[in-house]
């Protein structure tokens, strides 16, 4: 009779850890996209952590060229950016824009980081910073 109550206990035991575990398991999962989130969000903070850009893609590039990729990259963005808010609007559609669209459209923006920082490094002048050579009195 002892015998089968201590199997029994030892059953109900493992039973428990098992349910534990599984607990334990759920409530990591669930933690998951918090963390992925906070990563994600984190990178934007500092201008040298690049996930999907090259911090040496545009390093060759001059300041025409680079006005260029500026100016092509900022249409690409706009253009995700619409194809992101009509997905948005159908049902599930945040699943869908972010598995199709949100990874190009992150690159998009590292990239433009990049070359900002390139037009920097090289004193290109953008056409938002330009000035005239005369002195206006």
């Known amino acids: ?31 998951l ?12 903070a500092s201008e040298s952590f690049l996930v999907f850009g090259d911090s040496g893609k545009y390093q060759f590039h001059n300041c025409d060229q ?29 699943i869908v824009s972010m598995m199709a669209y949100r990874s190009d459209y992150l ?4 990239d433009l980081r990049v070359i900002e920082a390139t037009q920097r490094s090289k004193n290109c002048q953008t056409p938002a910073t330009w000035q005239s050579n005369s002195a206006i009195r």
Do not use: W, Y
């Open 1 to 31: 009779m002892a015998k089968a109550c201590r199997g029994r206990m030892q059953h109900r035991n493992a039973t428990t850890r098992t349910a534990r575990a599984a607990g334990a398991m759920r409530h990591a999962l669930g933690l």
């Open 33 to 44: 996209p918090v963390v992925l989130l906070s990563v994600a969000l984190g990178g934007c």
């Open 66 to 94: 680079l006005a260029t990729a500026a100016k092509q990259q900022g249409e690409r963005r706009r253009d995700l950016k619409e194809l992101i808010d009509k997905s948005e609007q159908a049902a599930g559609g945040v």
């Open 107 to 110: 690159a998009v923006n590292e």
